[in-house]
């Protein structure tokens, strides 16, 4: 069984750059992708990034791409997603998931098998 722990959300002002963390643990992730969901009030779930087992491929929604960054460090088994030039709209509990080793479809949630409990990143105005 894999727990996956996020940290690193809170009060953002806009224009901030928090940085959320998920550290996985109960075995090694180095072999699967993994990816950032977020979740406003009232509204579904929705893809932010994801990042194949290497690090080599990312993928972002159109929303955040050229302000968030997903990175990983598979020494640490640990992902990342840099937040820079936070909008009050980006205001969710952002969820880290995992999923397998390889996705034609990494965009949905059907692709991901464990999921973090959230953190809730809120942006003033």
């Known amino acids: 069984q894999v727990q996956l722990v996020e940290s690193g959300g809170g009060l953002v002002q806009a224009g901030g750059s928090p940085r959320l963390s998920c550290a996985a643990s109960?075995?090694?992730?180095?072999?699967?992708?993994m990816g950032w969901f977020r979740q406003a009030p009232g509204k579904e779930r929705e893809f932010v990034a994801a990042?194949?087992?290497?690090?080599?491929?990312?993928y972002y929604a159109d929303s955040v791409k050229g302000r968030f960054t997903i990175s990983r460090d598979n020494a640490r088994n640990t992902v990342y997603l840099q937040m820079n030039s936070l909008k009050p709209e980006d205001t969710a509990v952002y969820y880290c998931?995992?999923?397998?080793?390889?996705?034609?479809?990494?965009?949905?949630?059907?692709?991901?098998?464990?999921w973090g409990q959230g953190a809730q990143v809120t942006v003033s105005s």
């Open positions: 109960g075995r090694t992730v180095v072999r699967n992708y």
């Open positions: 990042i194949t087992w290497n690090g080599r491929n990312t």
């Open positions: 998931a995992l999923g397998g080793y390889y996705n034609s479809d990494y965009y949905s949630r059907e692709s991901y098998n464990y």
